[in-house]
């Protein structure tokens, strides 16, 4: 609060003037701008006697009862068309008492607001006026040229609606006719006359071919699996064991093997008898590779040039190994014709997969010859009811609309609106106001807490809320203490020449009531203060402290005054020569004014009460003397700029800025009470 309050005092003067500007303007607007009156008047369109109900086929039902013949149509929408149509407005226009102001038509246009109402079958017309007379008279003429247009266009749909509809039901008859043969055609071609059972058909006979195929692949899997299996059982091949099953039967090639085996035998008794080269021995040999020839020739005839093992079979052949056999040869041939099987199911599978395809492009194509031929008959049906029935007339489409309440005309002006102009002034107000407020502040903001940490100054104090001190004033024991902390960090500091100038960047922030809170919280400490008025324009503390006169006989203190216990005064008088001020201060004066009154009074602090340094010149000069300077700011309240350009001032007079003062800060709600001196609050 205090921050807005601040703020409406630091721009009171462009606000003032924004403010003014806006009211001067909603004034304006009130008292000049144009009074329109407005005629308002009521249209109904009751429900007619024909009515329509046919069969369209794909297109749906055509019903039409009263004027709401068709779900698609709505009347009020086509009324409101024609009431606002350039046809009915030019001939309203050219009527228009008033039509040398308007130029245009789009502009005429805009007098007139035609709205039908929701869930009934009324028309609301509103027509403005310049005057009750003239906007009675352009609403009547405005109703009175809509009906005329209304029985022209009845008129013109009456006359063309025959020849209409004879050109549409031949072309409609032709468009049949076309999609009919096209149909046909197509079914003919494509064998596409039920396509929805013949689809159904089609996809039940790949089914079944596909469970089909699905167990005979599983068998022919099985078969040879079992086939492995047996071989596994044999140690040899399908081909192997079958080739030596068929040795084992041929009766010619087990001869011959058992004629070699007597010869081998025969061939083994006579060599433990006789020499290899006895003719015995070599008769027998020669013998035997006959018989070795015979039997390698019956082997080919028999198996070819396949391996196989020729000691297998004869004897040698078991009943368990020729029955295993025999299955290996059942399995084989079992597993090779149940695959050769499945892939024919499958290969047919495919065909009719892709035929399949092809009825879904056929089918597609067909659906779309039969809507046409659907939309074809419908229209044709459309038109024939049409011809037949009789009983769409031009005023199912332009139905005959009545007057329900004639034109009438409020008194009192619809327009200018005082209380929206009031309305949207307040805002303007408020939103401008706003606007220029952070346009302003942006520019030149005040002090925020941001900021101190940017000065890289020590705070050395934090004043609560501070009334002005003065004699009669007292201060509350939280301020008391705060003074003391203030006091306390400056007695710890070595300051030069034990003097002080308390100034500030400029004015109502709390500087002298500062220094005179700082004086008597070093002479609680036991120091002796003494305080200089260094106001040379204002005076401040000299009027806070009701020292307005100088003694009599001179126009000036010369020596301090006793204000409190250890604490004293030299005043000043106000003084409107700034240029004796600053040359009076250039010149040394004031410096050693300074350091006589400290060797004659032996002060412990010297505390000077300056005029606001980014006001005045000679504030940056008494530092010069002062040497040590504490500034005063207010956050909220002073000016970011003003404080920088003040701390530029004293660094170039080379003045030591020992730390701030922060004045007007929040002050704690439960302040802790010590002691008390005579009374319970301490006075000046």
């Known amino acids: 609060m205090n921050n807005t309050l601040v703020l409406l005092k630091r721009y009171w003067k462009p606000l003032l003037g924004l403010n003014g500007f806006l009211v001067a303007v909603a004034i304006a607007n009130y008292v000049f701008a144009p009074r329109v009156w407005v005629a308002n008047s009521q249209l109904i369109m009751p429900n007619g006697g024909s009515s329509l109900d046919t069969n369209l086929g794909t297109l749906g039902t055509l019903t039409s009862t009263g004027v709401a013949f068709s779900t698609e149509l709505n009347p009020l929408k086509i009324q409101t068309s024609i009431l606002t149509s350039q046809n009915v407005l030019q001939r309203v226009l050219a009527v228009d008492p008033e039509k040398a102001r308007f130029d245009n038509l789009d502009t005429y246009q805009k007098l007139f607001k035609v709205k039908p109402e929701d869930q009934s079958t009324n028309i609301t017309v509103d027509v403005n006026g310049s005057s009750p007379e003239i906007a009675k008279a352009r609403a009547t003429n405005f109703i009175k040229i809509y009906q005329q247009r209304l029985n022209e266009l009845r008129r013109n749909a009456d006359a063309n609606r025959d020849a209409f509809v004879q050109t549409q039901l031949k072309g409609a008859e032709a468009d049949l006719l076309k999609a009919q043969t096209s149909l046909a055609q197509y079914q003919k071609a494509t064998g596409l006359l039920n396509p929805e059972e013949q689809t159904k058909s089609l996809v039940s006979t790949i089914n079944t071919l596909t469970s089909t195929q699905a167990e005979t692949s599983a068998e022919a899997k099985a078969a040879m699996a079992r086939m492995q ?88 052949v078991k009943d368990s190994q020729a029955e295993l056999i025999v299955q290996l040869a059942q399995a084989e041939a079992d597993g090779q014709g149940l695959a050769q099987q499945s892939n024919q199911l499958q290969s047919k599978i495919n065909q009719l997969t892709q035929r399949l395809r092809a009825y879904s492009t056929q089918q597609s194509k067909l659906l779309e010859l039969q809507r046409n031929y659907d939309i074809a008959e419908g229209t044709y049906k459309g038109i024939v009811a049409q011809m037949q029935k009789a009983k769409v007339s031009a005023f199912d489409f332009y139905p005959n609309v009545q007057v329900l309440d004639q034109p009438d005309v409020n008194p009192k002006p619809d327009s200018p609106r005082g209380s929206l102009i009031a309305l949207g002034g307040l805002l303007a107000s408020i939103c401008g106001s706003l606007a220029l407020i952070l346009f302003l502040e942006s520019r030149n903001p005040l002090l925020k807490p941001k900021d101190l940490e940017e000065i890289e100054l020590p705070i050395l104090g934090q004043i609560p809320q501070l009334e002005v001190l003065a004699p009669e004033r007292t201060m509350t024991e939280q301020i008391e203490v705060e ?7 400056i007695s710890l500091m070595p300051l030069a020449n034990h003097r002080l100038l308390v100034s500030s960047s400029s004015l109502s922030e709390g500087k002298t009531s500062i220094t005179l809170g700082l004086a008597l919280a070093l002479t609680d400490l036991g120091f002796r203060v003494l305080l200089v008025d260094g106001d040379f324009r204002r005076a401040s503390l000299s009027e806070r402290l009701d020292y307005t006169q100088a003694p009599a006989g001179t126009d000036k203190w010369t020596v301090p005054v006793t204000v409190h216990q250890r604490l004293e005064l030299l005043p000043t008088l106000p003084r409107s020569d700034s240029r004796a001020i600053v040359e009076w201060i250039a010149q040394g004066h004031f410096d050693r004014t300074l350091t006589k009154l400290q060797d004659a009074n032996h002060y412990d602090y010297v505390l000077i009460d300056s005029a606001p340094a980014g006001l005045t010149s000679e504030t940056a000069l008494m530092a010069t003397a002062a040497a040590n300077v504490l500034l005063v700011v207010r956050m909220g309240i002073t000016d970011r700029q003003k404080v920088h350009e003040t701390l530029a001032h004293f660094s170039r007079h080379q003045a030591q800025i020992i730390g701030l003062t922060l004045n007007g800060v929040e002050a704690s709600s439960n302040p802790y009470t010590y002691y008390r001196r005579n009374n319970s609050q301490v006075s000046l």
Not at 483 to 488: D, G, K, N, T, V
């Open 483 to 489: 003074f003391q902390r203030l006091a306390s960090a």
């Open 229 to 316: 299996l047996l071989g596994r059982q044999l140690s040899m091949s399908p081909q192997t064991a079958i080739d030596s099953l068929r040795l084992s039967e041929n009766k010619e090639y087990q001869n011959i093997r058992t004629k070699l085996s007597e010869v081998d035998t025969e061939l083994a008794d006579a060599r433990g008898t006789y020499l290899d080269n006895s003719p015995q021995i070599q008769n027998l040999l020669t013998r035997r590779q006959e018989l070795e020839k015979a039997r390698n020739q019956q082997l080919v005839s028999v198996v070819g040039t396949r391996k196989v093992d020729q000691n297998f079979g004869g004897n040698n």
